[in-house]
């Protein structure tokens, strides 16, 4: 069935949008509740101007929705929970806490339809979730889970979720001069076994030379 759309409905279609639907979901839901009407030459000659007004309505919510990404920007969302074993949670972290901590910061009621979590969050750490702030706007914010109770307290316990310390071979690796030590080492063993092999060398040649000398006195005594 072909309708115009008179409001814009998520996943389905746009203001003043012309599109061919289910009949069932037209007559049962879009048309009882005015959010489309049957693609009749009337309706149809005002899907223009619905579409010019869902274009005003959709560049005021962009713009609206840039200025919120800056209060987001940069402020991960910290979820402090209940921890068990092996950093499991009790429970799970869902899109309505997201949405609910989101709404905190960003000083308004975010409806949780716009946190794009594919699933529940079920353990410590940071997740990346994609928050659609408006149609053409989706940022990304970190959302970083941690244990409520834990020892060294939420504040820091965040902060080496962030940022984890090095491995301590990293950290020696990153010191300046390491790579010059490395070399140095390298090239002190290098000059050792020269030395060794030299000596080696040398020796060889001296037992020759001794035998020589006992085959020679050997001939004399016998002519």
């Known amino acids: 069935m072909k309708v115009v759309f008179l409001e814009t409905v998520e996943g389905?279609?746009?203001?003043?949008?012309v599109r061919t639907v289910r009949p069932g979901y037209a007559r049962n839901y879009l048309l009882p509740r005015g959010l489309a009407a049957p693609a009749t030459p009337d309706v149809l000659a005002r899907a223009e101007r619905l579409r010019e007004i869902e274009e005003e309505?959709?560049?005021?919510?962009?713009?609206?929705?840039?200025?919120?990404?800056?209060?987001?920007?940069?402020?991960?969302?910290?979820m402090a929970v209940r921890v068990g074993e092996q950093g499991r949670l009790y429970g799970s972290v869902t899109s309505a806490d997201?949405?609910?901590?989101?709404g905190e910061i960003l000083g308004e009621e975010l409806d949780r339809r716009r946190i794009l979590l594919p699933e529940v969050i079920r353990s410590v750490g940071v997740f990346t979730v994609p928050i659609r702030l408006s149609r053409n706007v989706v940022p990304e914010v970190k959302v970083v889970v941690v244990d409520a109770e834990a020892p060294e307290g939420v504040e820091v316990a965040v902060d080496l979720l962030l940022n984890p310390p090095l491995v301590v071979e990293e950290a020696e690796a990153a010191l300046p001069g390491a790579d010059e030590d490395t070399d140095a080492t390298e090239?002190?063993?290098?000059?050792?076994?020269?030395?060794?092999?030299?000596?080696s060398g040398s020796g060889d040649s001296s037992l020759v030379a001794a035998a020589e000398a006992a085959l020679a006195e050997e001939d004399s005594s016998t002519s």
């Open 57 to 78: 309505r959709q560049r005021a919510q962009d713009e609206h929705a840039q200025e919120l990404v800056g209060k987001l920007e940069g402020a991960p969302l910290v």
């Open 187 to 199: 090239a002190e063993a290098s000059a050792e076994d020269q030395v060794t092999d030299g000596a």
């Open 12 to 17: 389905s279609g746009t203001m003043g949008e």
């Open 98 to 102: 997201v949405a609910e901590k989101a």
